[in-house]
């Protein structure tokens, strides 16, 4: 699994390609379209042209993106496959130089294995027909494993966010904390809210470094190593310090979370039903903002109360380590690892469970990601930003940004006041509001799950966001065009719109696309340089939001995120494209497709 770098290989193989040449010049004679060959044949002779960076140039016409293709593919393969390849076309003809050129090792090889070869090469024959976007029966229970342990990664996200709001008023009370440092300064208080953001973009951080090395299915083990140790570390911790340091690991934990399960979800559940099960893990974060909510209203009241609110995590955290412990390695992550092909299709007959009974899809399948699987990235900065990856990058981290300054925090924030003003709720009743809005955002979550497949991403998204800015129009009215009475029931009903609007748009969806829509060979990378995006930006918003609302007024920073919200609008209905229904492979060629078009 290497480089041609064998000098007297390379000499053969630049041998056996003048050949190849001088018969393409003849065939061209009698051929008068190139592109009219099957498409077998060009992929044939395409890997000893490309497996040498001297040789690399043009081949007859072929696309940058099949060049791309057969360089990656043959990066996987052996010397002895490199040999194989060329026997594709013009039959006896082309495999004559191949076995005068190939070592004795490489022609016995041929021999043994040339069933694989024509498998590997015949199986995917429609240009436009992936065997993985083929209608087949979806074995649920399976899926449904596949999935529900990444998911409960994310539910651990939401868990933090819902009980953290009610440990803060345990740990800074006298009844209530059972320690003598109860008395925190507003710094250290907002400390024990933040850490958990530090340590959530330090995970990105991690995420982008050693993402593609752990694997999809090691990093949410790894995420649920943190949320455990954590969990244990904050239900003993002595002091304020030790309070801190389980603070940040269990943001650590969140970072590795929320980087791998999309991507692990995106790579392993039918294109069919993708849309609907990344979409159900915004489910689960939100079901665990409200799992943290009543975990709250339970333990609220009660000494040292904040200890089993932060140690509840542990059973979840531990049935994630467990559940993925037993799963399957993404079977796209494997061959872009350098994996052979029998570990990825052991790896898709365990994702597939029942539903891999048949064999020759199984093979399919594979075959379509070997023939689509880019060459892995050299890595850094220079892959992540070259002019094939720029624009998906874009799309992927625009929406992060757009879901955290299109004025979530804010509209959250004062939702307890907005139904206290209402008449619905007293101070004492403020975690029980905070209770039914989980509920209406769980709901509303469930819209969106039941309709992404259906109704597509875009129709979603631009429908949402354009809901969410009427919605921001209506809560900054009510703070000064609109009185009374009225202006209350306003806020209330523009409250539920942007909440139901968002949950529908960007909670949803954002994630979704992130884990579908960038190049395999940057995946890790990008989806990595996206949940940092989100990370950072909501810690930025979390910064400016006091002051923007102390010098500018509520109503008028409603306006601004209103506007921001137009700018996202424009920038979805621009740039996103449509990817309901389309294999991992599908959306990766459209890419490829818009990049030779420009």
Same mark, same amino acid.
Not at 309 to 336: C, D, K, N, Q, T
Not at 348 to 365: F, I, N
Not at 566 to 578: D, F
């Given at each position: ?15 056996? *390609? ?13 051929? !008068?379209?190139? &592109?009219?060959?099957? =498409? ?46 060329? %026997? ?14 190939? %070592?004795? *090792? +490489? ?37 449904? $494993? ?16 819902? *009980? ?98 999309? +991507? ?6 039918? &294109? ?47 049935? /994630? ?40 899809? /199984? !093979? ?5 990601? $070997? ?19 720029? =624009? ?22 004062? *939702? ?33 799950? +039941? ?13 949402? /966001? ?67 995006? %989100? ?64």
């Amino acid at each position: 699994m290497r480089r041609v770098s064998n000098p007297a290989w390379l000499h053969r193989l630049h041998s056996a *390609a003048s050949e190849v040449s001088d018969i393409r010049s003849s065939l061209a004679r009698s051929c !008068q379209d190139w &592109a009219g060959l099957p =498409r077998d044949s060009v992929f044939a002779m395409q890997p000893a042209l490309l497996c040498s960076a001297p040789l690399v140039k043009p081949v007859f016409g072929v696309s940058e993106r099949c060049k791309h293709r057969i360089g990656s593919y043959h990066y996987k393969q052996s010397e002895a496959l490199a040999c194989r390849h060329l %026997n594709k076309l013009s039959g006896a003809c082309i495999y004559g130089i191949h076995m005068r050129h190939a %070592n004795p *090792a +490489a022609r016995r090889d041929t021999l043994a294995q040339a069933e694989e070869r024509d498998s590997l090469l015949e199986a995917p024959q429609a240009e436009n027909e992936s065997p993985s976007s083929a209608t087949r029966e979806v074995d649920w229970l399976m899926t449904f $494993l596949v999935f529900v342990f990444p998911a409960i990664g994310g539910l651990l996200f939401g868990y933090d966010i819902g *009980a953290t709001s009610g440990a803060l008023v345990s740990i800074t009370s006298e009844r209530t904390s059972g320690t003598d440092w109860y008395s925190l300064s507003p710094f250290l208080s907002g400390l024990v809210v933040s850490s958990s953001l530090f340590g959530a973009l330090a995970g990105s951080v991690g995420a982008f470094i050693f993402g593609d090395k752990l694997g999809r299915r090691r990093e949410l083990m790894l995420a649920a190593c943190l949320y455990g140790t954590s969990a244990i570390l904050l239900y003993f911790a002595p002091n304020y310090p030790t309070l801190l340091t389980g603070r940040v690991m269990y943001g650590l934990g969140i970072g590795f979370a929320m980087h791998a399960a999309p +991507a692990y979800i995106a790579e392993t559940a039918p &294109a069919s039903v993708r849309g609907l099960l990344i979409s159900c893990k915004e489910g689960f974060i939100v079901g665990g903002i409200l799992l943290g909510y009543l975990a709250s209203a339970l333990w609220v009241g009660e000494t040292g109360g904040w200890r089993y609110m932060y140690g509840a995590a542990l059973p979840p955290a531990l049935i /994630v380590f467990a559940g993925m412990a037993w799963l399957p390695e993404s079977p796209r992550w494997l061959l872009l690892s350098g994996a052979t092909r029998d570990r990825a299709e052991g790896a898709v007959r365990r994702a597939w469970g029942a539903s891999a009974s048949d064999e020759q899809a /199984v !093979q399919q399948e594979v075959a379509a990601m $070997l023939r689509d699987n880019p060459a892995p990235s050299s890595g850094g900065l220079g892959a992540l930003f070259s002019k094939g990856n720029i =624009r998906p990058l874009l799309v992927g981290s625009s929406l992060m940004l757009f879901q955290q300054i299109t004025g979530q925090p804010s509209v959250l924030y004062y *939702a307890a006041k907005i139904f206290k003003d209402a008449g619905f709720a007293s101070d004492a009743d403020a975690t029980r509001v905070s209770v039914v809005l989980g509920c209406f955002k769980l709901v509303m979550t469930g819209v969106a799950v +039941a309709t992404v497949d259906k109704l597509g991403r875009r129709p979603l998204l631009l429908g949402g /966001v354009t809901g969410l800015v009427l919605s921001l129009l209506a809560l900054s009215g009510a703070q000064g065009l609109v009185k009374g009475d009225a202006a209350t029931w306003v806020s209330v009903v523009g409250l539920l719109a942007y909440t139901a609007s968002y949950q529908v748009s960007f909670g949803p969806i954002s994630w979704l696309i992130v884990g579908e829509i960038f190049p395999l060979s940057v995946r890790g990378q990008a989806a990595a340089f996206a949940t940092f995006t %989100n990370f950072g930006s909501n810690f930025l918003v979390s910064l400016a939001l006091p002051t923007l609302q102390d010098k500018a007024g509520l109503g008028a920073t409603y306006l601004i995120f209103a506007g921001i919200g137009v700018v996202s609008l424009a920038s979805i209905y621009l740039t996103i494209p449509e990817t309901k229904g389309k294999t991992l492979e599908e959306i990766e060629a459209l890419w490829a497709e818009e990049d030779k078009g420009n």
